[in-house]
C-alpha cells in the first residue's frame, strides 16, 4: 500500500509490477506522505520507509524478496494508492482534487483478484496500469474513476502537466537514490526508470 498525498500525488489507484525485481524495488521504498495528522505539513513531505525489523543489512531487504517472490509459480505483486490524486482532503472538498475511497479501493481488488482488469504498461514507471480505455474495464471503470486508475488524465484535464511531469522526474530521481543509498541490487534499481 502507498498512501499518497498533496498537489503532486500521482499514484494510480492500482499498479501491477512487471517482475520481481520490480516489487522488490517497491517493497523496499513502502512510500507514503505525511497524513492529516501532521497539521501545516501534510503532504509536504514523501518518505520512503524500509521494513525495520529484518535483521540485515537493509540493502539484502530487496534482493531477499525478490528471490521469494520468483519461487512462487504465477505469483503477480501489486501496489495500491490508499491516498489521494492531486491534493488532499482539504481540496477533494473543494473539488479539486480526488480521495481514493474504500469503495474504490475494493472494486479495484475485487477486479484484480478476478483477473478482469486489462493492463497496460505506464510509460513512465514501467509498472502496469489500469488501461482505462479497454472495453475490458468498463465494469471497473463504473466504480472507480478514470483519473484514480491513470492520474495523468486527472492532470491533463487540471491543466497541471508540468507538476505531473515534474513530478515524475522527481520521483524517479529520488526513488533511485534511495535504493542505491542501501545498496541494493543493481538489478532491482534498474527497474526504476531514469
Do not use: C
Not at 30 to 45: I, P, V
Amino acid at each position: 500500500l502507498n498512501r499518497d498525498e498533496g498537489p503532486d500525488a500521482a499514484m494510480p489507484g492500482i499498479v501491477r509490477f512487471t517482475s520481481t525485481e520490480q516489487a522488490a524495488a517497491y517493497f523496499m521504498l513502502g512510500e507514503t506522505t505525511k497524513t492529516s495528522a501532521a497539521g501545516k505539513e501534510r503532504g509536504r513531505t514523501r518518505s520512503p520507509f524500509t521494513q525495520p525489523f529484518f535483521p540485515r543489512s537493509m540493502g539484502l531487504q530487496a534482493v531477499r524478496f525478490a528471490e521469494l517472490s520468483a519461487q512462487i509459480p504465477d505469483l503477480q505483486t501489486w501496489m495500491m494508492n490508499t491516498g489521494f490524486v492531486g491534493g488532499d482532503q482539504l481540496d477533494v472538498d473543494e473539488d479539486s482534487a480526488l480521495k481514493v475511497k474504500i469503495h474504490h479501493s475494493s472494486a479495484m481488488l475485487e477486479a484484480m483478484l478476478a483477473g478482469s482488469i486489462k493492463w497496460k504498461l505506464d510509460p513512465d514507471f514501467g509498472y502496469e496500469i489500469a488501461d482505462v480505455d479497454a472495453p475490458e474495464n468498463a465494469e471497473l471503470l463504473e466504480k472507480v474513476p478514470a483519473e484514480i486508475l491513470n492520474p495523468v488524465l486527472f492532470f491533463e484535464q487540471a491543466g497541471k502537466m508540468d507538476v505531473y511531469k515534474e513530478w515524475v522526474k522527481t520521483m524517479k530521481f529520488k526513488r533511485r537514490e534511495f535504493l542505491k543509498k542501501y545498496k541494493v541490487d543493481a538489478k532491482i534499481v534498474a527497474t526504476i526508470p531514469k
